[in-house]
Nanobody, 115 residues
Framework: QVQLVESGGGLVQAGGSLRLSCTAS????????MGWYRQAPGKQREWVAT???????NYADSVKGRFTISRDNTKDTMYLQMNSLKPEDTAVYYC?????????WGQGTQVTVSS
């Protein structure tokens, strides 16, 4: 089992930056893939970015070139650096870990981008 705790959300003006963190309750070295998802009010949860165990990254087109996903195995933490934020990035951001055929989720952290 894996518990995930996100942090780093907040209110920022358009064009600003935030860095989200996701800390796991166990070593993330053995977790095959970790990722970020987000859910805006009235919308379905959508995938944002993924990083695999070997460091391969993938991004949704809507965030490509603005967001960077990374992981620090020594701290059991994954990050999402978000730059050039837009009002449409406003959402609750969730951390995800795919481990031994199960998906684990954090509680979410709110990101609000004002215009």
């Amino acid at each position: 089992q894996v518990q995930l705790v996100e942090s780093g959300g907040g209110l920022v003006q358009a064009g600003g930056s935030l860095r989200l963190s996701c800390t796991a309750s166990r070593s993330i070295f053995s977790i095959n893939a970790m990722g970020w998802y987000r859910q805006a009010p009235g919308k379905q949860r959508e995938w944002v970015a993924t990083i695999t165990r070997d460091g391969t990254t993938n991004y949704a087109d809507s965030v490509k070139g603005r967001f960077t996903i990374s992981r620090d195995n020594t701290k059991d933490t994954m990050y999402l650096q978000m730059n050039s934020l837009k009002p449409e990035d406003t959402a609750v951001y969730y951390c995800n870990a795919h481990y031994r055929t199960y998906d684990y989720w954090g509680q979410g952290t709110q990101v609000t981008v004002s215009s």
